[in-house]
C-alpha cells in the first residue's frame, strides 16, 4: 500500500465515521460546558435532537464514500448506512421518551451519554476491524453505566447499576477475549479480509478448535447485549430498578448493538461456509441451544410475572431468543438462502419492529401515571385504562399486539421472516433442526402471548382501578404514536424497509473479490516453497 | 373488478372507523350506520354473485392492474401480493358473511345497549376480516386474515359477552391463536417446499401456483407417505392444527361452547356462521389442495374424528337445558359432517361439504338468532324455566321450527341437501364410517325435537323473580323479523334450487379432484420408479459396507 493509498484510506474512514464523530464532539462539548453555562433541561435535550439531526444529514451526506474495505477499518456498505440511520432516528424517539427524565443539574451528561450510546452503537455497525467493534461496544456500555445512575440516585437504581456494571465487564472481557482467537487464528483484524480468508481454500483454516472458541466466547459476550441465556439474569432486575426511559433504551440499544456485532463478527465471517462445514455445524448447534433455552426461559418465565417492567424485561429476554432464531438461520444458511428471506435480513426486519413495539410499550407505560405521580408497576395498575385512558391504552394494545407477533402488526411480519428464514436456511435433511427450531420458536410465541394477552385483557375487560393520567406532554405522546402508528405501517407498507434489510443482509455477506490462489492440494505438497499468497482487490 | 372486490373488503372497516371516530354517536346513529354499511357490502357480495361466471376454474374478478399475476405487490421483496379473487367455493361463503353481518346488525337492534358504536364497529371490522380471507389469493394475506378475526371477535365476546366472559375470551384466543400459529409455519413450509423443489426454484404465495406447482416439484419424497415422518404428512399436521381447532373438530372443540355461551348473539351467528368455516375453508385451500396424498394416508384418522366428533357433538347436545350451549355442540356435531365430506376427497364430497358450510351458516345462524330473541326478552336460556314460546311469539315460532327442521336435514330445506352428498360420498369410501355419521344425524333430529319440545312447544313457562315484568316483554321486533326471514328464504332456495348452488361450486370442485389426481399420478411415478430400482440400490448399499 502506498502513501497515498494509506492517506486515502484514512480520509475516506474519517468521512465514514463523520456523524459518529459530530456525536461524540457534541457530547463532549456538552459535558465539558454543563459545569460552566447554566442552561435548562429541555434546551440539552434540544441541543442532543439537533445533534441527532445534524448526524443523519452528515451520514446521508456521506452515503457514497467508499473505503478500500481491506485497508479502512470502518466500511460504508448498506449494512452500517441503514443500520446507523434507523439507530439515529429511533434516537429521536428514546429522546423524546426520557426528554424529562434527568433532574436539572445533570440533564447534559444525561443527554451526553446519550449521544455517545448512540455513536458507540453506529461505530459498531460500521466498524470493519475487531478493535473498532470492541470500541463502538464499548462506548455504548460506559455511557450506559452513566445513564443507569444519573437520573435517579436512589438505593434500587445503584444496585441495578453496579449489576449491570459488573456483568457487563465480564461480557465485554468474554468478548474480546474470543476476538483474540480470530486475530491469532488469522493474524489480521480487518473483518471483510477474515471473511475472505474463510472463503479462501487454506487449508485448515479457520481452525476448528480455535473457530469454535473464538465463537464461543464472542457469543457468550454478546448474549449479555441481547440478553440472551446464560447471561439474560441481570435483565429483570436491572429493567425493575431503573426509570422507564432508562429501561426503554436498555431493551433496544444493547440489542441493536449486539445483533449487529454478532452479524459483523460471526455471521459475515463465516457466511461463505455452510452447513456440512464441521465448523458452522458447531457453531449452528450452539446458536440453536441458546435460542430455544432463550425463547423458552423467557416466555415461561415471563408468564409468572405481574410487575409491568419484570413481564416485559422477560418480554425482551424472549425476544432475544427469536433474534437468535435468525442468527441460527443466518449460520446456516451462509451466503446461500438469499432467495427467501437470509437470516441476517430477518433479523434486522426484527429488529426494526422491535424498536417500535418495545419503546412503544414502554413509553406508554412511562405516561400512564397514578394520580400520585407514580408511574403504573404493576399490571392491575392498568385494569381498566382502556375505557380511562382510551387513547394511551389503545396504542399500548397495538404495541402489545405486536410483541405477541400478531397480524397486522409489525411483530408478525418480523417473526413471519425470521422463522421462515429459518425454515429455507437450508435444503436437505439438515434443515430438519432448524425447521424443529421454527416449530419451538412458534409454541414460544403462543405461550408468549398469554402474558401480553392478559395486560389487553386487564385494560379492556378488568374492573377500573384507580384511574390514571397521561403525562409526558408532547414529546412523550409524538415518541408513543410514532411508535404505535409504525407498528401498523410496518406491516402495511413494509417494501422500503424490506428493501433495506436486504440490501444490508447482502452488503454484510459480501466480499469484493478477494480470491486468494493456491494451487490445488495435490500439487501444494509437491511445491517445496509455498506461493506467494496474492489478495486481488476489487 | 379486482378494485370493486378490495373496495367491498375494505367496506365494512371503514364503516368501522367512522363508528369509532365519529364523535357522539347515539344508539340510533351507529346502528343505521352500521346496518348501512353492512347492507352496502351485502350488496356489493350479491353483484359478484350475479357476475361471476359458473365454468370458470380459476379465481375471478383477481386481475391486477398490470395483467401479469393477481393483485398488487404487497410486501415488494418477496413477491407477497395483496391478491383477492372468488372461485366457485368461496363465492358462497363470501356472500353468506355478507348476509349474516346484516343478519348479525339486525339482532342486536335492540340488544345492544353500552358502547353501541364500539360494538357494531367490531361487527363491521370481523366483517372486513372474514370477507378478506374468503377472497385472499395469497397466503400471506390468507393468514393476516385468519388471524386478524380473532381480535374483533375477542372484544366482542370479552365486553359485550356474558357473566364467564373474560374467560372465555381469553380461553378462545389463545386456544385459536397457538393452532394459527403452527399453521403460519406450515404455511411457510409449503412455500418453502415449493421453492426449493420445484423446477425453476419459483418463490411464490400465490395459492392458484402453489396448488398447482405443488403437484409437480421434484423431490420423491414429497410423494411418499408412508410414515408419519414423511414431509407431506407432517405439513399437512401443521397445517391441520390451526384449521382443526378453528372448525372445531372433535378434541379441538372445548373453547366453543364456552366462548358461543358467552358470546352475544351477533358474535355467536358470526362465530357459528362463518368463522368456523375459516376452519373447513382452510381445511379445502391447503390440506386439501396441497398436501392431498397426506389427506388421503390421513382418512382414516380424519375419518374417526369427524365422526366421534358428530356423535360426541350430538350426545352432548341431548344433555344440555341451556338452549345456546345445545346449540353450539350441535356445530361440533355438523362440522364433522363438513370435514367428513372434505375428507373424501370426490367431487361428490366436496360439493356436499362446500354447501354444507353454507347450510350450518343460516341455519346455525338462524337458531341462534332464535335463542337471542328469547334471551333478550327472559334473560336466561334455561330450558327449565323458559318455554312453551309459541304462545306468546308465534312468529318467532314458526322460524324457530324452520329452521331446526333445516338444520335437521329435513327433504325440501337446506340441510338434506348439503348431508345428502357428503353421506353418499362417504359411503363410497367407507361404508362404515357412513354408518356412523348417519346414526348422527338421527340423534341430531333428536335432539332439535327435544329443543323445539321444550322451547316452543307446550304451555308458555317464563322464569320467575328476575324483576322483569313478563307481561310486557317486548313484542317480536321487525328487524328480528327481517333477520330470521331473509336467512328462511335463503334456506328454502337451497332446499328447493340446489342447482344454482351446486353449478358454481362444482367447476371449483371439480379443479380441486384434479390437482388430487395429478398428485396421485407422481406418487404412482415415484412408486413405479422405487419399485424399479431395489436390485441397483441394495448392489450400492452393499458395495457401501464393503468398502
Not at chain 1, 441541543?47 to 452515503?63: D, Q, Y
Not at chain 2, 400459529?181 to 409449503?190: K, M, S
Request: hydrophobic share 55%; charged share 10%; glycine share 8%.
Amino acid at each position: 500500500m502506498t502513501p497515498e493509498q494509506a492517506y486515502q484510506t484514512v480520509q475516506q474512514t474519517l468521512y465514514v465515521l463523520a456523524p459518529e464523530i459530530l456525536l461524540v464532539a457534541v457530547a463532549i462539548v456538552m459535558m465539558t460546558a454543563s459545569p460552566f453555562v447554566k442552561v435548562a433541561r429541555k434546551h440539552w435535550c434540544a441541543l442532543a435532537a439537533a445533534a441527532l439531526a445534524a448526524a443523519v444529514m452528515v451520514l446521508s451526506a456521506t452515503r457514497h464514500v467508499d473505503p478500500d474495505v481491506y485497508a479502512a477499518s470502518a466500511i460504508n456498505d448498506a449494512f452500517s448506512f441503514y443500520v446507523r440511520l434507523f439507530v439515529l432516528l429511533s434516537g429521536f424517539i428514546m429522546l423524546g421518551l426520557a426528554h424529562r427524565e434527568p433532574p436539572e443539574g445533570r440533564a447534559a451528561e444525561f443527554f451526553g451519554s446519550f449521544l455517545m450510546l448512540e455513536a458507540g452503537t453506529m461505530l459498531t455497525a460500521s466498524s470493519n476491524d475487531l478493535i473498532l467493534l470492541f470500541v463502538g461496544l464499548e462506548l455504548v456500555s460506559i455511557p450506559t453505566y452513566l445513564w443507569l445512575y444519573l437520573s435517579r440516585r436512589s438505593a434500587a437504581t445503584r444496585e441495578a447499576t453496579t449489576k449491570y456494571f459488573f456483568l457487563s465487564i465480564f461480557a465485554s472481557a468474554l468478548t474480546l477475549y474470543g476476538m483474540t482467537f480470530l486475530y491469532g487464528a488469522a493474524g489480521t483484524t480487518n473483518l471483510k479480509a477474515l471473511g475472505a480468508l474463510t472463503a479462501s481454500s487454506i487449508p485448515y483454516f479457520p481452525n476448528m478448535s480455535l473457530g469454535i472458541l473464538a465463537v464461543v466466547f464472542v457469543m457468550g459476550g454478546l448474549c449479555f447485549r441481547i440478553a440472551a441465556v446464560p447471561l439474560h439474569f441481570y435483565a429483570p432486575d436491572v429493567y425493575q430498578a431503573s426509570p422507564l426511559p432508562v429501561t426503554a433504551m436498555l431493551s433496544w440499544v444493547p440489542k441493536v448493538v449486539g445483533s449487529a456485532a454478532m452479524i459483523r463478527v460471526l455471521t459475515a465471517v463465516l457466511a461463505s461456509r455452510q452447513m456440512g462445514d464441521p465448523l458452522v455445524h458447531k457453531v449452528v448447534i450452539l446458536c440453536w441451544i441458546i435460542a430455544v433455552a432463550t425463547m423458552t426461559l423467557g416466555n415461561m418465565v415471563g408468564l409468572l410475572q405481574t410487575d409491568l417492567k419484570r413481564l416485559l424485561a422477560y418480554s425482551s429476554i424472549a425476544h432475544a431468543g427469536y433474534i437468535m432464531v435468525g442468527i441460527t438461520a443466518a449460520f446456516a444458511g451462509g451466503e446461500k438462502g438469499i432467495a427467501f428471506y437470509h437470516g441476517v435480513e430477518a433479523v434486522l426486519f426484527y429488529l426494526v419492529a422491535y424498536a417500535f413495539m418495545t419503546l412503544g410499550a414502554f413509553g406508554l407505560i412511562q405516561a400512564l401515571q397514578t394520580r400520585d405521580g407514580r408511574p403504573a408497576t404493576s399490571i392491575y395498575d392498568l385494569s381498566g385504562a382502556g375505557w380511562s385512558n382510551r387513547i394511551p391504552a389503545f396504542g399500548l394494545t397495538i404495541c402489545l399486539l405486536s410483541l405477541l407477533g400478531f397480524p397486522p402488526m409489525a411483530g408478525f411480519l418480523g417473526k413471519f421472516q425470521i422463522f421462515s428464514a429459518a425454515f429455507a436456511a437450508v435444503e436437505g435433511p439438515e434443515a430438519f433442526s432448524l425447521q424443529l427450531l421454527a416449530v419451538i420458536g412458534m409454541l414460544n410465541a403462543a405461550v408468549g402471548a398469554f402474558y401480553y394477552l392478559r395486560i389487553i385483557v386487564l385494560m379492556y375487560l378488568g374492573e377500573p382501578a384507580e384511574p390514571l393520567t397521561a403525562v409526558g406532554g408532547w414529546p412523550v405522546a409524538l415518541a408513543t404514536a410514532t411508535c404505535a402508528v409504525m407498528s401498523i405501517l410496518v406491516t402495511i407498507a413494509s417494501e422500503p424497509i424490506s428493501r433495506a434489510c436486504h440490501e444490508a443482509a447482502v452488503a454484510s455477506n459480501a466480499r469484493p473479490a478477494a480470491a486468494i490462489e493456491l494451487p490445488p492440494p495435490g500439487t501444494a505438497t509437491a511445491a517445496v516453497a509455498p506461493p506467494a499468497i496474492r489478495v486481488a482487490r476489487d | 373488478m379486482a378494485t370493486l372486490l378490495a373496495l367491498t373488503v375494505f367496506l365494512p372497516l371503514i364503516g368501522a372507523l367512522a363508528l369509532v371516530l365519529l364523535p357522539n354517536l347515539d344508539k340510533e346513529a351507529s346502528r343505521s350506520i352500521a346496518l348501512w354499511t353492512s347492507l352496502v357490502t351485502f350488496a356489493f357480495c350479491l353483484l359478484f354473485l350475479v357476475s361471476f361466471e359458473p365454468d370458470v376454474t380459476a379465481p375471478q374478478f383477481a386481475a391486477g392492474p398490470d395483467g401479469g399475476p393477481y393483485g398488487w405487490s404487497w410486501l415488494g421483496r418477496p413477491d407477497v401480493r395483496f391478491a383477492l379473487g372468488l372461485d366457485g367455493i368461496s363465492i358462497w361463503l363470501f356472500v353468506l358473511t355478507g348476509l349474516l353481518s346484516v343478519v348479525s346488525v339486525l339482532v342486536s337492534w335492540e340488544v345492544a345497549s353500552e358502547r353501541v358504536a364500539l360494538f357494531y364497529a367490531f361487527l363491521l371490522l370481523l366483517e372486513t376480516g372474514l370477507l378478506g380471507l374468503f377472497a385472499a389469493l395469497d397466503v400471506v394475506l390468507f393468514y393476516v386474515f385468519f388471524e386478524f378475526t380473532l381480535i374483533p371477535l375477542f372484544f366482542n365476546i370479552g365486553i359485550w359477552g356474558g357473566p364467564d366472559r373474560r374467560r372465555a375470551s381469553i380461553y378462545f384466543f389463545l386456544y385459536t391463536l397457538a393452532g394459527g400459529l403452527l399453521t403460519l409455519l406450515g404455511v411457510i413450509a409449503i412455500v418453502v417446499v415449493h421453492m426449493q423443489y420445484s423446477p425453476g426454484h419459483v418463490l411464490t404465495f400465490s395459492i392458484p401456483e402453489l396448488t398447482r406447482g405443488l403437484a409437480t416439484i421434484e423431490w420423491d419424497e414429497w410423494y411418499r407417505v408412508d410414515s408419519w415422518t414423511s414431509p407431506q404428512i407432517l405439513i399437512f399436521l401443521l397445517l391441520f392444527a390451526g384449521f382443526a381447532i378453528k372448525v372445531p373438530l372433535f378434541p379441538f372443540h372445548t373453547w366453543l361452547p364456552l366462548a358461543h355461551v358467552e358470546a352475544p348473539t351477533a358474535g355467536s351467528i358470526l362465530l357459528a356462521g362463518v368463522l368456523l368455516k375459516l376452519g373447513a375453508y382452510g381445511l379445502i385451500r391447503f390440506n386439501l389442495a396441497m398436501t392431498p396424498l397426506a389427506a388421503q394416508a390421513l382418512y382414516p384418522f380424519l375419518a374417526a374424528l369427524c365422526v366421534v366428533g358428530i356423535i360426541y357433538g350430538a350426545l352432548t347436545a341431548l344433555a344440555q337445558t341451556d338452549m345456546k350451549r345445545l346449540v353450539a355442540y350441535s356445530s361440533v356435531s355438523h362440522m364433522g359432517f363438513v370435514v367428513l365430506g372434505l375428507a373424501a376427497m370426490s367431487a361428490t364430497g366436496i360439493n356436499g361439504a362446500v354447501i354444507q358450510m353454507v347450510n350450518h351458516g343460516l341455519t346455525t345462524g338462524a337458531l341462534f338468532a332464535c335463542v337471542g330473541v328469547l334471551y333478550h326478552r327472559y334473560h336466561t336460556r334455561d330450558m327449565n324455566v323458559l318455554g312453551g314460546s309459541w304462545v306468546k311469539f308465534p312468529v318467532l315460532a314458526f322460524f324457530f321450527i324452520y329452521s331446526a327442521l333445516g338444520s335437521a336435514a329435513l327433504p325440501g330445506l337446506n340441510g338434506f341437501i348439503g348431508e345428502f352428498p357428503i353421506l353418499a360420498a362417504t359411503f363410497a369410501v367407507s361404508p362404515w364410517t357412513c354408518a356412523g355419521a348417519v346414526v348422527g344425524m338421527i340423534l341430531g333430529a333428536f335432539y332439535l325435537m327435544v329443543l323445539l319440545w321444550r322451547a316452543v312447544f307446550g304451555p308458555l313457562r317464563e322464569p320467575a323473580g328476575d324483576g322483569h315484568e313478563h307481561a310486557e316483554v317486548a313484542p317480536f321486533g321487525w328487524f328480528e323479523g327481517a333477520a330470521l326471514g331473509s336467512l328462511a328464504v335463503v334456506i328454502l332456495c337451497i332446499g328447493i334450487l340446489p342447482e344454482v348452488f351446486f353449478s358454481r361450486i362444482r367447476p371449483a370442485a371439480a379443479e380441486l379432484t384434479r390437482v388430487v389426481e395429478r398428485q396421485e399420478q407422481a406418487a404412482f411415478k415415484v412408486a413405479a420408479r422405487a419399485a424399479a430400482a431395489p436390485a441397483g440400490a441394495s448392489v450400492t448399499m452393499l458395495s457401501r459396507d464393503a468398502r
